[in-house]
């Protein structure tokens, strides 16, 4: 589980090119115990992504479209970490906000990684963006929502089954909000994880979906965040649950595949949502840190 990927350091010249998902948010998110870690269950979402582009040079510089999550004294720092060299020309272009709690920053760094020719496992990948950053998303695991993930520590608390496809509808609703290493202020999830743990070996939906509900809510309850129409369109759509990037903007309604109602983006629009997507989520497929020759994004 310490993720199988690819690295690109064999080649040694022309231009690489990659693309790493996002998440969106997390079905689950909280402390283990009253003092425990924080920790999460991530919720992939392959519409989301941070796309990258390497060309050899002498000297390193990082570029991209519009702000970038990560700087290039930042890149420096986190490719030392991993013993890679900090030459070359790199370009990212997010496709999420800044500050969602889609993942840009921690996509933004395995990407870099996988670049620069990172050949060691996820986990070890995993302890330099928490060094770097002081947190980290899974992302770089082949699947993340089948781990309990202490985001601050970097390390695994525990495993579960997937989740059974799910389709999710939603956007980015509020302030984007960086999340704060420091900030521990979260509920008590533990009967929570024991209660997926249960659904998710039994591949049940709906019970998954009330578990992020109650997840969602309980953050949104302790951690305050002003008005927030998820639940309101959650049981107005028939949706089983909704999900929330708990320190991110990342709003989300969770659907049995194949059952989103057809107006369901004109609501989260009318409702204040910014860039409404759909995605299927709950397909585990092998997550290849590799870098692609050149070609256009």
Same mark, same amino acid.
């Given at each position: 589980?310490?993720?199988?990927?690819?690295?690109?350091?064999?080649?040694?010249?022309?231009?690489?090119?990659?693309?790493? +998902?996002?998440?969106?948010?997390?079905?689950?998110?909280?402390?283990?115990?009253?003092?425990?870690?924080? /920790?999460?269950?991530? =919720?992939? +979402?392959?519409?989301?992504?941070?796309?990258?582009?390497?060309?050899?040079?002498?000297?390193?510089?990082?570029?991209?479209?519009?702000?970038?999550?990560?700087?290039?004294?930042?890149?420096?720092?986190?490719?030392?970490?991993?013993?890679?060299? /900090?030459?070359?020309?790199?370009?990212?272009?997010?496709?999420?906000?800044?500050?969602?709690?889609?993942?840009?920053?921690? *996509?933004?760094?395995?990407?870099?990684?996988?670049?620069?020719?990172?050949?060691? %496992?996820?986990?070890?990948?995993?302890?330099?963006?928490?060094?770097?950053?002081?947190?980290? %998303?899974?992302?770089?695991?082949?699947?993340?929502?089948?781990?309990?993930?202490?985001?601050?520590?970097?390390?695994?608390?525990?495993?579960?089954?997937?989740?059974?496809?799910?389709?999710?509808?939603?956007?980015?609703?509020?302030?984007?909000?960086?999340?704060?290493?420091?900030?521990?202020?979260?509920?008590?999830?533990?009967?929570?994880?024991?209660?997926?743990?249960?659904? @998710?070996? /039994?591949?049940?939906?709906?019970?998954?979906?009330?578990?992020? @509900? =109650?997840?969602?809510?309980?953050? /949104?309850?302790?951690?305050?965040?002003?008005?927030?129409?998820?639940?309101?369109? *959650?049981?107005?759509?028939?949706?089983?649950?909704?999900?929330?990037?708990?320190?991110?903007? *990342?709003?989300?309604?969770?659907?049995?595949?194949?059952?989103?109602?057809?107006?369901?983006?004109?609501?989260?629009?009318?409702?204040?949502?910014?860039?409404?997507?759909?995605?299927?989520?709950?397909? @585990?497929?092998?997550?290849?840190?590799?870098?692609?020759? *050149?070609?256009?994004?």
């Amino acid at each position: 589980m310490q993720g199988g990927f690819h690295s690109a350091s064999r080649w040694t010249g022309g231009e690489r090119r990659i693309r790493i +998902c996002g998440h969106f948010g997390e079905w689950i998110q909280g402390r283990l115990g009253p003092d425990g870690p924080v /920790a999460l269950v991530s =919720l992939p +979402c392959p519409a989301l992504a941070v796309m990258g582009r390497f060309r050899p040079a002498r000297s390193l510089s990082v570029q991209g479209a519009g702000p970038l999550p990560v700087t290039p004294e930042e890149a420096r720092r986190f490719l030392g970490q991993l013993g890679l060299s /900090a030459r070359g020309r790199f370009f990212l272009r997010p496709g999420m906000e800044l500050g969602g709690g889609a993942g840009s920053s921690t *996509a933004a760094l395995v990407a870099l990684a996988g670049l620069a020719g990172y050949g060691g %496992d996820a986990l070890g990948l995993a302890r330099a963006a928490v060094a770097s950053e002081g947190a980290s %998303d899974p992302l770089m695991f082949t699947a993340p929502d089948r781990l309990l993930w202490a985001s601050r520590e970097g390390r695994i608390l525990g495993r579960a089954a997937p989740p059974p496809p799910t389709d999710v509808i939603g956007g980015f609703f509020g302030p984007p909000r960086r999340t704060d290493p420091a900030d521990g202020d979260f509920p008590d999830i533990t009967d929570l994880w024991g209660d997926w743990q249960a659904a @998710s070996a /039994a591949r049940d939906l709906p019970r998954l979906a009330r578990l992020a @509900s =109650l997840s969602a809510l309980r953050s /949104a309850a302790r951690r305050g965040g002003g008005q927030d129409p998820t639940p309101d369109l *959650a049981r107005t759509l028939g949706a089983l649950g909704h999900v929330a990037a708990h320190t991110g903007s *990342a709003r989300g309604l969770v659907f049995a595949p194949g059952t989103i109602p057809a107006h369901a983006t004109e609501a989260l629009r009318e409702a204040g949502f910014r860039a409404v997507l759909s995605f299927r989520t709950g397909v @585990s497929s092998p997550r290849r840190l590799r870098a692609t020759r *050149a070609g256009g994004f």
